[in-house]
């Protein structure tokens, strides 16, 4: 009976491994876990990862389609994860030049804060299908989208889905910008415009401001109504202030100090004021232009 307790005991030493051999095994570095990955494996997964953004973004529009934007707020929306937050400038890019249309994305995306494009290409009925699902917070228009409508009649189509229309585009006659801006447009900034122009043209309407490139008040004021009497350099003052520019960027562009471009707005105003117009704002400038031919 001793002799078959010493032999199972003899039996489970020899199948009990030492305690001092056991933790050197069960313990492994990040480093000692990643070198005994396969190599092949690893390459396997390093060219899936490449070739993950590919494959995501080949023959895929550059978000100029309706249903990529559904689809971008449904995974905002329905995600589940917390905290992430609906992009607050939703915009419609209208312009029929693909290249144009392309740049104008390339430059409201990284420079104009929580842009989002919800659609851009050409057409005015898909806009508007775009603009019924998702929503808009400003419409940037070309007038001239070669799809047999009028301009008028495309800015009264977006103006109709209570969206602001702002219009960038090469049209510059006064009969075209005083029609659009009596159709309801909050701006019109002419693409002859510089880059940084445009942009402080939009965040202005975002805002809920009126605009007006100074090409194209100048073009509004080329024949201006004489009951003010104006100077040239007073009415210059005027279109560019009108414009939206502040008075230090007035004074630049008129080549004179910040105070005499001021004296210069203050003489435009005493004289509205003495021919029964006040304009006591910027915004009555504006209006001031649009009722000018």
């Known amino acids: 009976m001793a002799a078959s307790d010493n032999q199972g005991a003899q039996g489970a030493r020899r199948h009990r491994r030492p305690a001092s051999a056991s933790a050197p095994a069960m313990v492994m570095t990040t480093r000692e876990r990643a070198s005994r990955v396969p190599s092949t494996m690893t390459s396997a997964t390093t060219a899936m990862m490449a070739t993950v953004p590919q494959a995501m973004t080949r023959d895929r529009p550059p978000r100029s389609v309706a249903t990529s934007e559904r689809d971008g707020l449904r995974s905002v929306h329905d995600s589940g994860v917390r905290g992430k937050r609906v992009p607050r400038n939703r915009l419609v890019v209208l312009e029929d030049h693909p290249l144009v249309r392309d740049a104008m994305v390339s430059l409201l995306v990284p420079h104009l804060q929580d842009a989002e494009i919800v659609y851009a290409g050409a057409s005015i009925d898909e806009a508007a299908t775009a603009i019924e699902a998702c929503g808009a917070d400003l419409v940037i228009l070309d007038l001239d989208l070669n799809d047999g409508?009028?301009?008028?009649?495309?800015?009264?189509?977006?103006?109709?889905?209570?969206?602001?229309?702002?219009?960038?585009?090469?049209?510059?006659?006064?009969?075209?910008?005083?029609?659009?801006?009596?159709?309801?447009?909050?701006?019109?900034?002419?693409?002859?415009?510089?880059?940084?122009?445009?942009?402080?043209?939009?965040?202005?309407?975002?805002?809920?401001?009126?605009?007006?490139?100074?090409?194209?008040?100048?073009?509004?004021?080329?024949?201006?109504?004489?009951?003010f009497h104006l100077s040239d350099q007073e009415r210059r003052a005027m279109v560019l202030y009108a414009s939206g520019l502040k008075m230090e960027s007035v004074a630049r562009r008129m080549n004179v100090s910040r105070t005499t471009a001021e004296e210069y707005i203050k003489r435009v105003r005493a004289k509205a004021r003495k021919a029964g117009t006040p304009l006591p704002t910027k915004t009555d400038m504006y209006r001031m232009a649009q009722r000018a031919g």
């Open 149 to 227: 409508r009028s301009p008028v009649a495309n800015v009264a189509a977006m103006a109709d889905l209570k969206v602001p229309v702002i219009v960038v585009s090469a049209l510059g006659d006064p009969a075209t910008i005083r029609a659009c801006l009596a159709a309801g447009v909050v701006g019109y900034v002419s693409k002859q415009a510089r880059p940084e122009e445009v942009l402080q043209a939009l965040q202005a309407a975002l805002r809920g401001e009126q605009v007006m490139s100074p090409e194209i008040a100048s073009a509004l004021l080329s024949q201006p109504d004489d009951q």
